[in-house]
């Protein structure tokens, strides 16, 4: 079976064809820029390339273009929509609706309708990706596969806010989590990994986006992203954790709207804010040669993510494995050192030397044979987790 999975962006759609018989990726591309005046598409099939640039209103029309990609008859990946056995929509909210990856018809659709108020800028592009794909491939599967459902096996004492009990039932505010396709994949083969039938696991998704989760035995039990992504950690243009206080404080100094405010702590804050740079590759490239404030923001992402692995420990009774995955986590050797210095107390044996020469994009172990607690990278594959969920759920 061929399963198309497609991944709508606040102002982009990618896509892969993954052959399920192998699990390898067959093609691959993406529509940039929808919505601007011009959009542009790049195909990835048979190491060939498509570039189109033309105004795509939304993304229906965006998936109708790559559409007319995937099937071209030259340098298409499939010569009929027929191979396609399933298509796999990355969704971003689950809400508390939906506890594990579903079949899309009529009242699931509804449904996802109805999440748009939780999840303002992803839910609405989504849903009209999902639509497009029910227009132009009317007689395929469609399945949605949920950032936020790997978290849902979070207790209620992790989940919970401490507002008024009525609100949470009324406005459902709470903690979900996200990045739960890339976290649900490297605990997966970090408990493969660790041949043991029970295990204590914090998967660290590292990236411009970055959220850590607390896994145990394979379920989620923490996440340090909330209600949206802008809880938890330091990222590229979010601030992360801060007093709930600073939204009015700075609303009334900046005489701005709550709305604005969110806005600024989740584009223009983070590494963008305090240092001027979002991409993490900006950042040590300007540490090195001297710039403090972005050493400052490398600091501060470190200690960040140390207190949650700290913190981690402490609600699991212990940890087997850390795993690294993500842009970050996966490339950026300084920021995997910086995060491990001094945690030897939790029983890590980090290996710095094998840490600092270890391959760009590579897996593989970066803990000493004398280590009690593992430490692995593990190159994330979202896009195989949903394709796998789609798969069990068309047959």
């Known amino acids: 079976m061929k399963i198309l999975v497609v991944n709508a962006g606040s102002s982009s759609l990618k896509y892969q064809i993954i052959d399920m018989t192998t699990e390898k990726v067959l093609g691959k591309g993406q529509v940039d820029r929808i919505g601007s005046p011009e959009s542009n598409l790049v195909q990835n099939g048979n190491g060939e390339k498509i570039y189109i640039e033309q105004f795509v209103k939304d993304h229906r029309e965006a998936f109708k273009l790559a559409l007319s990609a995937i099937t071209h008859p030259e340098k298409g990946i499939i010569t009929n929509v027929s191979e396609v056995g399933a298509i796999g929509h990355r969704v971003v909210h689950s809400g508390e609706t939906f506890t594990a990856s579903t079949r899309i018809d009529e009242d699931a659709l509804i449904k996802l309708n109805e999440l748009r108020v939780i999840g303002p800028l992803h839910m609405p592009p989504t849903i009209e990706c999902i639509e497009g794909c029910l227009e132009y491939m009317p ?90 992504p802008l809880e938890g950690l330091i990222m590229g243009s979010r601030s992360g954790d801060l007093d709930p206080a600073v939204v009015t404080f700075l609303a009334e100094q900046k005489k701005q709207t709550a709305a604005q405010i969110t806005e600024y702590l989740n584009k223009y804050c983070g590494f963008k804010g305090i240092a001027g740079v979002s991409d993490f590759r900006d950042l040590e490239n300007n540490c090195a040669a001297g710039d403090e404030r972005a050493c400052l923001a490398i600091d501060m992402f470190a200690y960040r993510i140390k207190k949650y692995i700290g913190s981690y420990f402490a609600i699991m009774g212990g940890l087997d494995c850390i795993v690294f995955t993500g842009g970050i986590g996966e490339n950026a050797s300084h920021a995997r050192e910086k995060i491990m210095q001094g945690l030897e107390c939790l029983g890590i044996d980090f290996d710095f030397d094998k840490n600092s020469t270890i391959g760009k994009g590579n897996g593989g172990e970066l803990h000493k044979p004398t280590s009690k607690v593992k430490v692995l990278i593990i190159p994330t594959n979202e896009e195989l987790v949903i394709a796998r969920d789609a798969k069990e759920l068309a047959i």
């Open 139 to 228: 007689n395929i599967p469609n399945i949605a596969v949920f950032d936020t459902v790997f978290h849902s096996t979070m207790p209620p004492h992790a989940y919970m806010y401490a507002i008024k009990y009525e609100d949470y039932e009324k406005y459902k505010v709470r903690k979900y989590g996200f990045h739960g396709t890339s976290h649900k994949y490297v605990a997966t083969e970090a408990i493969k990994y660790l041949h043991q039938p029970h295990s204590k696991i914090i998967t660290c998704h590292l990236g411009n986006g970055s959220s850590l989760a607390a896994v145990v035995d394979g379920k989620c039990v923490d996440t340090s992203m909330g209600f949206t």
